[in-house]
């Protein structure tokens, strides 16, 4: 059951009556069973997966918690079980395809796959926030004694999918003393969803198309062309999977509970430490707390660090998905990160000795914009591994994103081809509407920083809203693509 | 009190407020369109085949005497076959008259009648029903009309619904489809889908709004003049295959052209996997339906004094051999009844002794050589038919 789909459009309201005409007792189980109504209503059987691992990390945080001696092997046990389990169903065909490879020069070829494996939705993220329970409970946190609240933490339906990744210490005490029904909650929560829609069906499905036209045949196109292509995507993605976000958050506000934000316009950021501070931020503040840290974090020798942080981000990269192109996008964002950590430490060396030029410049007005952009590029070139279907695409796009071909003296005469194309709309568009997308994050960093949606008088607010009820029942394109996170 | 609490809770939502404000701007919409009439029903923000088709047949002055109706066989044996016996490029979304028909009966009969060919890619027996009973209509009705059906027609596999069709959607803002909504529609999504649209003016007029907004960006866009008032085909093939699979359907004016069979013909296309997939396991619920709307034509026609002739296209064996065993003689049979009993003619074209591979541009359509041959054939046996001859020479 998709978000964006009609059927959702009746789901949530039908729940969310049930829920708040129901008695208190009533509404866990009654979120419950809707949880694992939207589960299945994908693929039913499914359904055993995320109950076999609900019952099964349920019983190890109280076997971790109460055992003295054996703590670690039980901790041990239950990460490897989630691990074992997501790379069973996501990595199986690469790790396959892996030893195929290795064992290719030798004349020999593992055993083809006896059946096929299709990847359960959302599991990425229910198994991050299951290793996420086990870990904090070995680290002395109480484990949830209600096994309702804790299933319900695992399989709730507005972030069972894609996310935010949701972490038990804030959740579970909204189980237990449930809010009461609030028109606040109510209007933020409905203009949240209108707010999620517009991003995922508007802007990121109508550049969808426009999108995989270049990164399917980046051939027909020259480097500026593929310069539009790539700041398109970098608005897609950032528009599907915070229009997600937006739903998911929304929806959950419906029922009285907050989840985390996942976004905090990320294309904003300055360098690309803060980006990852904007970016996907459950995640990456997950990367941080059960991989970064446990991995020695910022402490030991400098090399140890920039070894810690390749090593979180090249994971971090596989976490999307089992492809060469998604671990190679997080070796990139590793190797960025830690040039921007030997960057800062140069500024600091430098200015500890009296040049602080370095230091003013970047901090003026002037060097913040012009930081900003660079970081965006930085990311662009990352999205470009990141949506390229194989390795040879994205390095066929690199290489013309920098004009090498031009140097080769091979690029058209004409200096773009997109004006030419006559079909379909989004061709011509695009010209207007990446400037105001590019504006439109500006514009919300404004908004944001003033509160300015809070202190709207009611009518604008209610005129914001009807706007997004007629452009979204209007201008949603025919065929809606699934959100991008869903495949991971 | 505490009802009235709750109750002014709810007045003080935002989020209420702005529905009621989209719906009285709804009504506004609805109230303003009917008394000042700013939308038309025939336009559309894509251009698509019934788009052109529709579009085209009301800048006709008059009637046509024949009607052709039909899915791809028809529209590729209609235009291929054109651009053969003219030896001239035919442009697929504005050439209607059928020469070759025109040419061949006049040589047959001595009168050269007038056609329009309503034939369009993936056309259904219920899109074929649509046509004429919204567009074949008062001082637009033809004499007689030629539907050429094969099985595709009627069992077309990768069809959810009758109303999911280009066609349905696109016609059905021009007439009132609801005595066929609820048989037209199989999921509770498309019921769900046209009991909003029935609701919300804004919906239901999508198209125009989309249209309009389409207008704007055009206006607005750098080079998006430029890209409107081109006549050249510009966009890349790879990308137009690509738009094919995810985008409605939409062809520039001139992006679809069809040249003549000529020493060099186009390489036969073995299109033998797509059509296994079309006729695998035989939707029977799909082939009633269908069958209900082709007798719906007949009944139609019957009933405004049109001549039916519903013509068997020419298959390949290779592909009659895909279907299920029995079925195609099944069909045959059933189409035939059907005709006789609504006063319809029923003509077999499918002649394998006729037509031979040469004539096939793959499993299915036929070539320029095929098309020429198919008229040719389709004259000779018009000539023949009395109920065809006796509906010709009527006046109207």
């Known amino acids: 059951m998709l978000f964006n789909s009609l059927t959702y459009a009746l789901f949530l309201p039908i729940v969310v009556a049930l829920y708040w005409a129901s008695p208190t007792k009533l509404r866990v189980p009654i979120l419950l069973i809707a949880s694992y109504i939207f589960y299945m209503s994908w693929k039913p059987v499914f359904i055993l997966l995320i109950l076999g691992l609900t019952v099964v990390n349920y019983f190890f945080g109280f076997y971790i918690h109460r055992s003295e001696k054996h703590k670690k092997p039980w901790l041990f046990a239950a990460v490897a079980t989630n691990l074992l389990t997501l790379s069973f169903f996501k990595y199986a065909y690469f790790l396959n395809d892996a030893l195929a490879s290795a064992l290719k020069p030798i004349g020999m070829a593992p055993p083809a796959m006896p059946f096929d494996i299709i990847l359960p939705l959302g599991i990425s993220f229910f198994v991050f926030e299951f290793i996420h329970y086990v870990v904090d409970v070995y680290r002395g946190s109480e484990p949830i004694k209600s096994f309702l609240a804790f299933s319900l933490f695992a399989s709730f339906f507005p972030t069972q999918i894609a996310g935010p990744i949701k972490r038990f210490q804030d959740f579970i005490p909204q189980f237990l003393s449930p809010a009461k029904f609030s028109i606040k909650d109510f209007d933020s929560g409905v203009s949240l969803i209108l707010l999620g829609l517009f991003k995922k069906v508007l802007l990121a499905d109508n550049l969808a198309f426009f999108v995989q036209g270049g990164f399917q045949h980046p051939e027909l196109f020259n480097s500026l062309d593929l310069w539009v292509f790539t700041y398109a995507f970098a608005f897609q993605i950032y528009f599907d999977f915070s229009g997600y976000t937006d739903i998911a958050r929304g929806s959950a506000m419906l029922f009285g509970y907050k989840v985390p934000i996942n976004f905090n316009l990320p294309y904003l950021a300055k360098n690309i430490a803060e980006f990852w501070h904007r970016w996907h931020i459950s995640l990456s503040t997950w990367l941080r707390d059960y991989l970064f840290i446990p991995l020695g974090g910022s402490r030991g020798s400098r090399w140890n660090v920039y070894r810690n942080l390749m090593i979180t981000m090249s994971l971090g990269g596989l976490w999307h998905g089992a492809s060469m192109h998604f671990l190679i996008w997080g070796v990139f964002h590793g190797a960025m990160l830690a040039l921007h950590k030997m960057f800062k430490e140069s500024r600091t060396w430098l200015s500890e000795r009296g040049h602080g030029w370095l230091s003013s410049a970047i901090d003026s007005k002037v060097g913040s914009v012009l930081s900003t952009l660079f970081t965006f590029h930085v990311v662009c070139i990352g999205w470009v591994l990141f949506r390229a279907d194989t390795l040879t695409i994205a390095g066929d796009m690199l290489r013309k994103l920098f004009f090498i071909d031009s140097i080769a003296g091979t690029v058209p005469a004409q200096a773009m081809a997109l004006p030419a194309i006559n079909y379909p709309l989004i061709y011509p568009a695009i010209f207007l509407l990446l400037p105001v997308l590019a504006l439109s994050h500006i514009i919300m960093g404004y908004v944001d920083k003033t509160n300015w949606v809070e202190r709207s008088p009611r009518l604008v607010k209610a005129a914001w809203c009807c706007a997004l009820m007629l452009m979204i029942l209007v201008f949603s394109p025919d065929k809606s693509p699934k959100f991008i996170y869903f495949q991971f | ?396």
Not at chain 2, 207 to 221: D, F, G, R, S
């Open chain 2, 1 to 396: 009190m505490a009802k009235e609490a709750r109750a002014k809770a709810f007045l003080s939502s935002y989020v209420l407020l702005g529905l009621f404000m989209f719906l009285v701007l709804d009504t506004g919409f609805r109230v303003a369109d009917n008394a000042f009439h700013f939308t038309s029903p025939f336009e559309s923000p894509n251009r698509s085949l019934i788009w052109w088709t529709a579009n085209g047949f009301v800048r006709e002055k008059s009637a046509p005497d024949i009607a052709l109706l039909g899915s791809s066989l028809m529209m590729t044996a209609h235009h291929a076959g054109d651009a053969t016996k003219l030896n001239q490029v035919q442009n697929e979304v504005s050439h209607f008259h059928s020469a070759c028909l025109q040419d061949f009966l006049a040589d047959k009969t001595g009168q050269k009648p007038t056609t329009f060919s309503f034939a369009i890619a993936g056309q259904m027996a219920s899109d074929s029903y649509l046509i004429a009973r919204t567009l074949l209509a008062g001082d637009k009705q033809p004499k007689v009309i030629v539907y050429g059906i094969a099985p595709r027609d009627l069992i077309d596999n990768t069809l959810p619904s009758a109303a999911s069709t280009e066609t349905f959607r696109y016609l059905s803002r021009i007439d009132d489809y609801s005595d066929i909504a609820l048989t037209a529609r199989t999921s509770f999504n498309e019921m769900f889908q046209f009991g909003l649209e029935k609701m919300l003016y804004s919906l239901s007029h999508r198209p125009n709004l989309i249209a309009w907004q389409h207008k704007l960006a055009y206006t607005l866009a750098p080079f998006g003049q430029n890209a409107i008032t081109a006549n050249e085909l510009q966009t890349p093939f790879k990308l137009r295959r690509l738009a094919f699979s995810q985008l409605p359907d939409d062809s520039g004016a001139n992006e679809l052209k069809v040249g003549p069979y000529g020493a060099e013909p186009e390489p036969y296309r073995d299109n033998t996997q797509e059509y296994r997939q079309r006729y695998k396991s035989i939707k029977q619920k799909t082939y009633t339906s269908q069958l209900g709307y082709l007798e719906k034509l007949m009944k139609l026609s019957k009933e405004r004094g049109i001549q039916l002739i519903v013509v068997n296209m020419p298959l390949t064996p290779g592909n009659v051999a895909l279907m299920p065993a029995g079925f195609y003689d099944q069909y045959k049979s059933k189409v035939g009844a059907m005709a006789a009993a609504n006063g319809a003619e029923f003509l077999d074209l499918n002649k394998p002794n006729i037509f031979e591979q040469k004539h096939f541009a793959d499993t299915v359509h036929l070539n320029g050589l095929g098309g020429v041959e198919f008229f040719k054939l389709l004259s000779d046996e018009l000539a023949l038919n009395r109920s065809f001859g006796a509906a010709l020479s009527t006046t109207q």
